[in-house]
């Protein structure tokens, strides 16, 4: 991936590398002890301009390219998935509304989303269910006069939702999916926050409890109907970007601390990584690496270019990345033995987060089920089209 950069992206990626180097991998492994992320790194991150990465300039944002978000990501994957979380529910929410917000919503929630004084939230999953989000039990309600709403329902599992200001939630509203911006301060709604999870034990996690909360209709992002099929594809697959992305840096970092190891660490007068068995552990560790640092590229590239096929390959890249970051994560604490369990380690830290890739923003095997009809129906076109059917 590296090698088809501009030399514009290649020095952006060197400024995020050397932020994260200094304001977030000496503290990554405290944070996640803590199970939270001090306010000071999300408000440098802000003045940096990253929680407005991808947005456009008119709102405040950097206008950046998709590739350079994604190189981002990779950053700040590299170092710890729970703040890289921020980067990815923030774009979700900020890139459903420049796609389907009204004018009078651009205007007065993406200049706060951009110059990171409001951090938002994504509301999708409940405790009865996950991907299936056509089964939402979460209600929506027109008042009498029909100019404002009521919102009852419980949502769970919800990244950034401690410190968020406001929430993009979805819910059924007369028997139609509908998307709508839900404000921190609404009477009626409850943060519990979620704590000793196996990974992203700094994300920020919680669950929201509505009861009765009163929205005005113009915060519907949308229209009602088009909450599934449209505003949440949106934020889904910049969702999958940045994730692909971010397993992308885990998934390099295991590579590194094992070559590290495997070049240092000594076992009477052999190094380490002498040993075939380790080697083939590198090996695999490597090619994934190069192969998933292609796909993410792909990905962001086709974002890019309006590809027709973008939302194909993220759903690739968001497959086989969080895959490959499993795998890594598994070998490098092998690779490390005792030294790998322990929190000292990176890669203990690695192996925790790196589960819950394969979770968040559609779980493997949805992703496999979403690939397998597309491939199947492309499969269908090309043989008609050749009129071999």
Request: charged share 15%.
């Amino acid at each position: 991936m590296h090698q088809l950069l501009t030399d514009v992206q290649r020095t952006r990626y060197e400024e995020f590398t050397q932020f994260v180097a200094s304001n977030v991998e000496p503290h990554a492994a405290l944070w996640e002890q803590q199970q939270q992320l001090p306010l000071d790194v999300v408000a440098r991150m802000a003045s940096a301009g990253f929680l407005g990465a991808s947005l456009p300039v008119e709102f405040g944002g950097q206008g950046w390219d998709f590739v350079t978000f994604g190189l981002l990501n990779e950053a700040f994957g590299k170092a710890s998935s729970s703040l890289t979380g921020v980067l990815t529910v923030q774009a979700m929410v900020a890139m459903a509304l420049v796609k389907w917000g009204t004018k009078s919503q651009k205007a007065e929630w993406l200049p706060r989303l951009a110059s990171g004084d409001l951090i938002a939230s994504i509301a999708l999953t409940e405790p009865t269910g996950g991907s299936a989000l056509r089964a939402m039990q979460t209600r929506y309600s027109w008042s009498p006069a029909r100019d404002s709403l009521r919102l009852n329902g419980t949502k769970r599992w919800i990244s950034c939702a401690q410190q968020a200001g406001v929430y993009l939630v979805y819910g059924q509203l007369d028997g139609q999916p509908v998307a709508c911006l839900v404000p921190r301060e609404s009477v009626g709604l409850s943060v519990k926050p979620i704590t000793d999870l196996m990974g992203f034990r700094a994300a920020g996690l919680a669950q929201l409890d509505f009861d009765n909360v009163e929205l005005p209709a113009a915060n519907i992002v949308g229209k009602p109907g088009f909450g599934l099929s449209h505003v949440a594809q949106v934020s889904l697959h910049h969702g999958r970007i940045s994730t692909a992305c971010s397993a992308l840096g885990l998934l390099r970092g295991c590579f590194e601390e094992s070559i590290a190891h495997a070049s240092q660490r000594r076992i009477e007068s052999q190094s380490v990584g002498e040993f075939g068995m380790i080697r083939t552990l590198i090996a695999r560790m490597g090619t994934d690496l190069a192969a998933a640092s292609g796909v993410c590229y792909l990905a962001c590239r086709a974002e890019d270019d309006r590809d027709p096929q973008s939302f194909t390959n993220a759903l690739i890249a968001k497959y086989f990345t969080s895959q490959a970051a499993v795998r890594a994560a598994s070998d490098a604490v092998q690779i490390r033995g005792a030294s790998g369990c322990h929190e000292s380690s990176p890669t203990a830290r690695y192996y925790q987060n790196a589960k819950i890739m394969e979770i968040i923003e559609g779980t493997t095997q949805i992703h496999e089920e979403l690939l397998g009809s597309i491939f199947v129906h492309q499969a269908g076109l090309l043989a008609r089209s050749s009129g071999t059917v």
